[in-house]
């Protein structure tokens, strides 16, 4: 079962000050890349598995979509989403995404937004999305990148000399890590690129993109402080299609 | 144009004395995960790209290959590849893996162990080795992980209090790296996995496996100073196919 943390009152004031949390999909730099990943969404049945405040979700209703369920496990996050959602194209629902079903079927798009790390069986989950999407549907998502969740000490280092770097440990030991972010005690599980792919493969579908993130030119330009992100990857969007 | 250090006679000394020179297949840790994602070698026709000494030519020609060429830039390395070689299934060819130009439809299997790393045009070489593959063949590589391609300082390193740590930097950065192994500068080009995948997917190769190696449990307790390789994977192998 994942760690409910976005209910805990700490972590939910903290990430409700995030720039994503307030501008939604403006404020996530990341966004572009992975709308360009995405069908048109025009007459599509979505689901958006970990919805959060709903900002996909609202994208898609806005952008054609028939339908879109959105899922969460926070109650916090479902109410924010269904205070800011005023049409009815769309569904929220509470689920745990280690134990959630989905109809066999029913969807032309699967999305899900820097949430498949807090699952802890990933293969399951990816079984669960292929037999509920039509052929041809696709399976959109980013997670945080593997070199990103694996250190034990997640956190830019700087030597004597001032160079940065980010100190990678424990890659290949797979499985549960527990970091400070917002809070103490936030719990994600680690999987390697390669554990990603085959829990794709192993389910039926079939990857068509895989884009290791960071901010183009004009973007360090804008932020100049993102410029250590192109030191190492901090998400990881895949494109993948059950054929 | 890839550089030529391996008939560099230092490095050329250094490279001979490696586990994996002098014990060929057996001394390379790796090989049984390669061997396990490659076809049954009966009757194919191989290529063996970077074939150095040929040891793996000459596994695949006693495996029952059809045909082996095996092609490597050195002329170091060809010359002891033939030396050890009584076979007429080989044959060795001296060329560029950045000038290679293959011939069309003529090879069951395409092999790479530990040599894209040092081609500067990736995306020119796949192309090669895709239309040089008959529908359904395999190509079958090693290369450095991106991980330890990207770094500035790829070294481990241990902080006060004994923690050991690989520092990534430059990650999003892909092109030239210079850096000292057996002899001081030594050239490779770094890219990232997206990097990689695209190259095969924009060639029409299929990908069918990724696996970021690092010792099992036996080997460890075999070799226990290879568990620091579990910190950070040095190979990445991939299978790929011609649909």
């Not at 937004?113 to 999407?133: E, G, I, K, N, P």
Request: negative net charge; charged residues 20%; proline residues 5%.
């Amino acid at each position: 079962m994942a760690q409910n943390i976005y209910d805990d009152g700490a972590f939910f004031l903290g990430y409700s000050g995030l720039l994503r949390s307030v501008k939604g999909l403006d404020g996530a730099p990341e966004w572009p890349t992975l709308r360009a990943m995405l069908p048109p969404m025009r007459g599509k049945r979505v689901v958006d598995l970990g919805c959060g405040f709903g900002w996909f979700s609202r994208w898609a209703a806005d952008a054609g979509a028939e339908s879109v369920v959105g899922i969460d496990l926070s109650e916090n996050m479902l109410r924010r989403a269904a205070d800011e959602t005023d049409t009815a194209v769309i569904t929220y629902l509470r689920h745990d995404l280690d134990r959630l079903e989905l109809p066999a079927e029913s969807f032309d798009v699967a999305y899900s937004s820097l949430t498949l790390h807090y699952v802890a069986d990933l293969h399951r989950l990816m079984t669960a999305v292929h037999q509920s999407l039509v052929g041809g549907g696709m399976f959109v998502f980013s997670v945080e990148h593997p070199i990103y969740t694996a250190p034990s000490n997640p956190t830019f280092v700087t030597d004597s000399s001032g160079a940065v770097s980010w100190p990678v440990d424990q890659y290949l030991m797979e499985g549960r890590r527990t970091t400070d972010w917002l809070v103490p005690g936030v719990e994600k599980y680690h999987r390697t690129i390669g554990t990603y792919l085959s829990c794709l493969h192993d389910a039926g579908l079939v990857l068509q993109t895989l884009c290791e993130w960071g901010p183009d030119a004009l973007q360090v330009a804008e932020h100049p402080e993102w410029a250590v992100e192109l030191e190492r990857p901090q998400f990881m969007l895949v494109g993948a299609r059950r054929e």
